[in-house]
């Protein structure tokens, strides 16, 4: 058997998103260290580093292009 703790944060959506009440949003590290779970009210998302800063990026590219519209 083995033991070990992993990092993990949360906070409650009702701070950045108007449209939430009770709803928590987590994010969890891996026990190996490479990967998140990502979890939102019951949904729940695994991403590994490379993905996580993939989706990153995406999202300052589009919010940068609608920026400029």
């Given at each position: 058997?083995?033991f ?8 409650e ?10 709803e ?12 998140w779970d ?7 998302i ?6 996580l800063?993939?989706l990153?990026v995406?999202?300052n ?7 400029n519209?």
């Amino acid at each position: 058997m083995k033991f070990y703790k992993r990092r993990a944060v949360y906070a409650e959506l009702r701070d950045y998103c108007h449209l939430s009440k009770h709803e928590v949003l987590e994010v969890c590290e891996w026990y190996n260290g490479e990967g998140w779970d990502i979890t939102l009210g019951d949904r729940t998302i695994q991403l590994t580093h490379g993905e996580l800063q993939a989706l990153t990026v995406l999202c300052n590219v589009s919010h940068k292009e609608s920026d400029n519209d």
